[in-house]
């Protein structure tokens, strides 16, 4: 299939199955993180999905640890942007703007949108709310290039 098809359909599968699959894994971050994700919903451009803040990503306070939430922020703002582009992307620019924090046991919205592209770079911005208040707990915005282009580097 060429770059500029669209193959929408195909590439919001992919999402979701990167996600699953990452979700699958042994251990790390990544893994932990995805295990409490719940109802995932991807369209073009746009992945939507619940997390309940388990123990074992909290800091000392029992709050979400913020290294925990920027780690979900690049995973589903990537798979947001694989909706429309039909690779997994790397980060080359992130930012994270922490307003609250959620305690452990807490359910959390995440929206990821993806803002535009221009060339190989791609941007999103991911929001994530409270979902019982709709208290805005972080912002992030990224930059991302496509993984192959690296591989040349």
Request: proline share 1%; glycine share 10%.
């Amino acid at each position: 299939m060429k770059k500029d098809e669209d193959d929408s359909d195909g590439w919001i599968k992919m999402a979701k199955d990167w996600i699953h699959n990452l979700a699958k894994g042994r251990s790390g971050i990544e893994t932990q993180s995805l295990q409490h994700l719940h109802s995932i919903h991807a369209q073009r451009g746009l992945v939507r999905c619940n997390f309940i803040v388990p123990k074992s990503l909290s800091d000392r306070e029992g709050n979400w640890h913020g290294g925990a939430i920027a780690t979900l922020i690049d995973i589903i703002g990537a798979a947001a942007i694989v909706t429309v582009v039909g690779n997994v992307n790397v980060s080359v620019d992130f930012s994270i703007s922490y307003f609250s924090t959620a305690k452990i046991g807490e359910e959390v919205e995440i929206e990821a949108k993806v803002l535009g592209r221009q060339g190989n770079l791609s941007s999103n911005m991911v929001v994530i709310r409270n979902k019982e208040n709709g208290e805005l707990i972080v912002a992030g915005k990224q930059w991302m290039s496509a993984l192959w282009y690296f591989l040349w580097l």
